[in-house]
Structure formats: C-alpha cells, structure tokens
C-alpha cells in the first residue's frame, strides 16, 4: 500500500510536507502546481515550489516529491517536465483536478475534464519527453459538470501512456462536498494497466479501509485528511501492517507546529506565523476540539512571539520507542 500525500494549493508547501512526512507513513508527495503558460520556466521557480531539489528530490524524512505541472499548452508543459526531472523531481504529475475558477478559466485544471482529447495530447507529449524510467502521473475527477465523460477521461490517461492516475472521487461541480464516490472508480478501472490512487472523504483509519474496498484500489491519497489529523498516514499503515500504534494527542500536534519551522519564513512579514497557525487550526478542529479554544485565545494575536508563548503553554515532546512510535 502507497500513501501519497496530495498537492493543496497554498496548504501543502514545502513546510507542510516537511511536517508531515516527519510524522510519518507517507511514501510520495506531489507538490502544489506549477503554472506553465507557453514557455520553460527559469530552474529557480521549481527550488521554489520544491526546495526539496536541493535535497536530491526528498523530504528531510526522506519521502520523494513530484512536482506538479498545470497549464494547457503540451509542447511547453513536455519541455517543463524535462527541467522539472533533471532537476531531481521524482517524476511529473499532471493537474486536471484544480477546481479553483481562475484556474478554470485560463483553460487549466479540471476545465480540461471537459476536453479527453486535449488531456490525451497533453499527457502523451509528456510521456513521451520524458525518459520512461520516471513516473508521469495524472490527477483527475470523475467530470467537470457531471461524470457523463468519466470513462472517456480515463481511457485518454491510460491510452496517452501515463504511469499512475489519481482519481478525485468527484465532479468539479461536487467541489469538496461529501462524499466522494468511491465506488464509481471500479467500473472505469477495469482491465486498464495503470496503478490507480484513490482520493477524496478519507478522515480515519476507517474511511480509508472502506475507501479501499469500495474503489478497489490499494493506494490512496490524503488530503484535508492529513491536515486535520497530522499522524493519519501513520496510523493507516499501523492498521494494514497489524502494528501497534497510539497516536499523537493534542499537546504533541502542538510540539510539532511549534518545533517544525512550518511558519518560519523570513521572506514574510510578522504576521504570517500568527495567520498559518490560525489556518491550521481551522483544519486541526475536525479532529481535535482543542483547536477551536485555542483559535480564540489567539484570535486577535498577531505577533509571532506572542502566538508562539500561547502554543508553548500547551505542547508536548511526543516520547518515541524504538520504532519511532509515540
């Protein structure tokens, strides 16, 4: 079973997976994407959206990243995709899954749903820039509007020669509303040579064990999941490998925030630790209603030092064993 970490536009960067990937459990993680309009973009713009380059393509944890290419145009996004690997990207993943309207209308991200025929072009002008020893993955919905056209959108990934396709149980229209329809993944997976990740409405351990089951795929990718519960990557795979496992509480969440650099950035001004943080919690809630107290004892706090005395009050070292288990 793979465990793939999912790209989440202005959520998911370096830091975050960083943070993550300490944690544990994941074996891949796709970076935010990288706009390409009609040109090959300068190396810098990639150590920016994957610092993880200077670390030969890995979190410091070690867990591979690959970068994400978004845009329209097939001839800019294969000569992208080159830089991107001999830079050290662990292979190239395509974005026809971003439902974000501004995306959509420059004619990137799910709108390309619409269009099999242009992904097919796409993917294969890709495929084919790329040497075959490196991954060329796609992630997609089930449709823009609808999921009408979903076989025909599957059919264009594989028969372009993709390596993998992740599935985003849902329509562009559905957004992040649940559920996601697992069970619509089988019907269009059938006799296709393709690994296949599952993705969407996995919370738990149990949501990921059903997931599997209805989608009939092994692989999955967590999303939101991971956000608002830090260590579930780790605890799936406790469950699938019969590994003791207790997760982390809050305090140790906490340790984690505070200790990961995850809001250190000095190219933002003052303000950006206390905003993240609060962004985080919005996620953290779900899982841990502790965050919803702590939102509002730092609600009207802007200063890093002063959110990061609040944090400290709470936090807790997570005690590991030998087997990095807390």
């Given amino acids: 079973m793979k465990l793939v970490l999912a790209p989440m536009e202005g959520v998911v960067d370096f830091k975050m997976r960083q943070l993550l990937t300490n944690i544990g459990g994941f074996d891949l993680c796709v970076t935010e994407f990288v706009r390409v309009v009609d040109a090959c973009l300068p190396d810098k713009v990639f150590y920016r959206y994957c610092p993880e380059l200077s670390n030969n393509?890995?979190?410091?944890?070690?867990?591979?990243?690959?970068?994400?290419?978004?845009?329209?145009?097939?001839?800019?996004?294969?000569?992208?995709?080159?830089?991107?690997?001999?830079?050290?990207?662990?292979?190239?993943?395509?974005?026809?899954?971003?439902?974000?309207k501004t995306v959509n209308?420059?004619?990137g991200g799910a709108v390309l749903l619409k269009d099999p025929e242009h992904?097919?072009?796409?993917?294969?002008?890709?495929?084919?820039?790329?040497?075959?020893?490196?991954?060329v993955s796609?992630?997609?919905?089930?449709?823009?509007?609808?999921?009408?056209?979903?076989?025909?959108?599957?059919?264009?990934?594989?028969?372009?020669?993709?390596?993998?396709i992740a599935i985003h149980a849902r329509t562009k229209r559905d957004g992040?509303?649940?559920?996601?329809?697992?069970?619509?993944?089988?019907?269009?997976?059938?006799?296709?040579?393709i690994a296949v990740v599952a993705n969407g409405e996995i919370w738990q351990v149990e949501d990921a064990m059903l997931c599997q089951k209805r989608?009939?795929?092994?692989?999955?990718?967590?999303?939101?999941?991971?956000?608002?519960?830090?260590?579930?990557?780790?605890?799936?795979?406790?469950?699938?490998?019969?590994e003791h496992y207790v997760g982390l509480e809050w305090e140790h969440i906490l340790y984690h925030l505070i200790n990961s650099a995850i809001h250190h950035d000095p190219a933002k001004d003052e303000k950006y630790f206390a905003?993240?943080?609060?962004?985080?919690?919005?996620?953290?809630?779900?899982?841990?209603?502790?965050?919803?107290?702590?939102?509002?004892?730092?609600?009207?706090?802007?200063?890093?030092?002063d959110v990061a005395e609040v944090l400290s009050k709470y936090a807790k070292a997570p005690q590991f064993d030998a087997n990095h288990n807390a």
Avoid at 223 to 233: E, F, I, K, N
Avoid at 284 to 298: S, V
Wanted: some cysteine; hydrophobic content about 40%.
């Fill in 275 to 305: 905003s993240r943080t609060k962004q985080w919690l919005g996620y953290l809630k779900r899982q841990y209603p502790q965050a919803i107290t702590l939102f509002d004892e730092i609600r009207r706090l802007k200063a890093k030092e």
């Fill in 57 to 100: 393509g890995l979190t410091s944890a070690g867990t591979p990243v690959r970068i994400q290419l978004l845009g329209q145009v097939a001839g800019a996004l294969a000569e992208n995709a080159v830089k991107a690997i001999s830079l050290g990207s662990h292979g190239i993943d395509l974005n026809f899954g971003c439902p974000a």
């Fill in 176 to 193: 992040y509303n649940p559920p996601a329809y697992w069970e619509k993944i089988p019907p269009l997976i059938k006799d296709k040579d």
């Fill in 215 to 242: 989608s009939a795929c092994t692989d999955l990718m967590l999303g939101r999941g991971a956000l608002s519960h830090p260590d579930l990557a780790k605890k799936i795979k406790a469950n699938i490998n019969n």
């Fill in 119 to 135: 992904m097919y072009e796409i993917i294969k002008a890709v495929r084919d820039a790329v040497d075959s020893k490196h991954q």
């Fill in 105 to 107: 209308k420059s004619k």
């Fill in 138 to 164: 796609a992630k997609i919905r089930l449709g823009f509007d609808d999921d009408s056209n979903s076989q025909e959108i599957v059919d264009a990934v594989v028969s372009a020669g993709a390596s993998s």
